[in-house]
């Protein structure tokens, strides 16, 4: 079946800019999760869906950053006058649940470059 | 939030077996260990989970201690698609904390 899709795949902006990066989830996902991965380092949390509502929003870095899940599906994380540090890629994962044995399905990420 | 300890980086030759470790001394005693990979430029990839129990799939085993304090990642023979970055996950049943792996080398 169809995994998670994030679209575009890659994104380069000017500093001060809007962007939107969408992610589509596995269909029948009840949760999903945005992350941020910096150069060399790990994933980083920044938001989670249960449904429509955010869940857990405390990886969010500032108020620039914002997600809205509207129909409990499809996702959009938001970022409001980008900074060149806002350079990463934004990973987006859906789970069929919340809990600790579920597993995280991730997509390919975008790249996003802030000039 | 359960810290983790894994080797910055590892090496094995193609077709032997290669055991990464993690320490997860601080885990709960109902957080599941998860194990997932990274290639380049892809997004992480799911390898397998246990609780308490050693567990089998088609990608690894994983062994874990009795005390739950530490577990290792077994890929059986090693293959070039093998070379990823590996991490270890004690799932606390929400967001997924990821330190910064094992990168995993595998040489011809």
């Known amino acids: 079946g169809a995994g998670v899709s994030q679209t575009p795949s890659n994104k380069v902006t000017e500093k001060g800019k809007y962007v939107e990066l969408r992610c589509d989830p596995i269909s029948g996902h009840t949760a999903l999760y945005w992350y941020r991965q910096s150069l060399g380092q790990g994933p980083e949390f920044l938001i989670y869906?249960?449904?429509?509502?955010?869940?857990?929003d405390s990886g969010l870095p500032n108020d620039r950053f914002f997600a809205v899940r509207p129909e409990g599906s499809v996702s959009t994380l938001k970022i409001q006058r980008t900074e060149r540090g806002d350079s990463a890629v934004y990973l987006c994962?859906?789970?069929?649940?919340?809990?600790?044995?579920?597993?995280?399905?991730f997509g390919p990420g975008t790249r996003l470059l802030v000039l | 939030d359960a810290k983790t300890t894994q080797p910055n980086s590892m090496e094995s030759n193609e077709e032997e077996p290669v055991h990464l470790p993690c320490n997860h001394s601080?885990?709960?005693?109902?957080?599941?260990i998860h194990w997932y990979r990274q290639l380049p430029s892809q997004g992480p990839e799911y390898v397998i989970h246990g609780l308490t129990s050693n567990v089998n799939n088609r990608m690894a085993s994983l062994a874990i201690a009795e005390d739950r304090k530490s577990s290792t990642l077994i890929l059986h023979r090693a293959t070039l698609r093998d070379a990823a970055v590996y991490y270890c996950i004690p799932n606390t049943g929400n967001q997924f904390y990821f330190g910064t792996g094992t990168s995993l080398t595998v040489i011809p």
């Open positions: 994962a859906s789970s069929r649940y919340t809990g600790k044995r579920e597993t995280q399905y």
């Open positions: 601080t885990i709960s005693g109902t957080d599941y």
């Open positions: 869906f249960q449904g429509t509502g955010a869940a857990d």
